[in-house]
């Protein structure tokens, strides 16, 4: 059960890493070490199960943003001050979606991110 859900949370990120040009070694090592983490985060709180792929894409989101990259960037708005999109709700579920950090707007469910 706990393993459904973290291949699912990795299928999820992974594919919008993808979305946007980071499905790379270096990107797919740091969707690794945030499954390890969230792994045992699970293991410890079952009940977690609907937050973990939304945690993981905000983990994940925060090792690129350290690494100086934004992922994944909102290409929805006209704004001319690029910025990102974040997970809603924060908690990271149930049903995570990514929303414009500027506009609040849904932009696409986790998963379903398009290149941009
Ligand atoms: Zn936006």
């Given at each position: 059960m706990v393993d459904d859900v973290l291949l699912s949370a990795r299928a999820l990120v992974l594919a919008d890493l993808g979305a946007r040009g980071y499905a790379d070694a270096g990107g797919v090592s740091l969707l690794e070490a945030a499954m390890g983490e969230r792994r045992w985060w699970v293991e410890q709180w079952p009940d977690g199960q609907p937050f973990v792929a939304g945690l993981v894409a905000t983990d994940v989101q925060d090792a690129l943003f350290d690494q100086g990259?934004?992922?994944?960037?909102?290409?929805?708005?006209?704004?001319l001050e690029q910025h990102a999109l974040r997970i809603d709700p924060e908690l990271g579920g149930p049903d995570p979606v990514w929303v414009c950090e500027t506009s609040g707007e849904a932009i696409a469910r986790l998963g379903g991110l398009t290149a941009g």
């Open positions: 990259i934004r992922w994944p960037e909102c290409t929805t708005c006209a704004s």
